[in-house]
């Protein structure tokens, strides 16, 4: 009798953790298919590392070959230009060869861009960087069936205009999507025939006031979200194209770190630095291309922003684009914490023509800047140059080494320090 009982409870407490759980697993279920909540914000110790790195997906391709040349193809209007024109030097500092072309239009929709392609219309700007600058092939004058036959390109991407990303009534007219429709012409004009068609999910505009946009968004979360929503049932779930680059989603992560919203320069655009290197590092990645070689931030090969930037930034843009792939449709909270330079040790040492200054590198220092007791600046010098020597220099002269950073950190100086003799 005592074992019955015993049996009959062991059944019932089975029974009860069963129903808990699929109620559990509904209401998981329930909450995260709301497609009008705010994003899910997850933590900024995402799993986002464990994913192997070497497997294509949805939003990653497969590993690219550093041995093998990768074309690309940006096509779109001026966001296409922000997440372009940094994506040679994020390729080759990670070790791929690349050459990149941009075929742009500013301000252009989908549906323009397939009326323009389907009547042949010479109204395109088109650009190729191949060996580290940009060289203008026709300006405004391009029709986009050449740009697609003037290279067998690998990867061809495809963007809505800024505004309409966020309108999914945008995507189409009627049943004929618009990505489908240049998909297909993408490859009917590309001669590799195992041309890949990647989509770019743009970045919400974190603060505008033209009509179109206040009239349809009540903020930046918003549009996020609705973007979001768009390139999910219009891209992800019709199957147009091959990949998804979560651009969008690793510029909102950057946005949740200590950077803030320093990452546009007009509440739309993306800051000539490092707004614009995050979205070429997006693309690169999405392209199969392992960052973990990159290790420069060097942004002044552009004539648009002659800055060279800190490389502690680095591990903060590797894992938002890592958790935008992971977690692709939400927003993962980033560190908010800025890193910080080291102060320089320095130490001063007589010389037969005056004193030398000898220091110790500082990771992620852009430069450095040696002053002396007068508060006079003897030399600005690059961050590879560690020693100078002060001609004029005496015993009683002392010193002073700044470490630099750059807009986004500040500098830090070493103690003073007397000369020699």
Known sequence: MKRALSLLLLLALLLTGCAGGQADSSASTDNSGDSSAQPVVFAADSSAEEAEPDEGSLYRLAAADPDTLLKILVVGNSFSVDSSEFLYEVATDAGYQVLVGNLNRSSTPLADHWGFAKNDEAVYTYRKNGDGSWEVLAKKSATMSQALEDEDWDIILFQQQSYQAGVASTYRHGETSYVEKLADFAREHCSNEGVKIGWQMTWSLRKCTERYYVKRFTGELDLYEKICAAVQTEVEDTGAADFIITTGTAIQNARSSYLGDTLDRDGKHLSYDLGRYLAAMSVASACGMDLSGVDRLDTSVSSKSQTTLSTLHLPLLRQCVADAEQTPYA??????????????????????????????AVEGATGYEVTDGSGEVLAALDAETTTYTDEAGTGRTKYQVAALGDSYLGDVSSPWVNGEG
């Open 331 to 360: 927003i993962t909270q980033q560190n908010e914490t800025a890193p910080a330079l080291e102060q320089p040790e320095l130490t001063v040492e007589a010389a037969e023509n005056g004193q030398t200054l000898t220091w110790t």
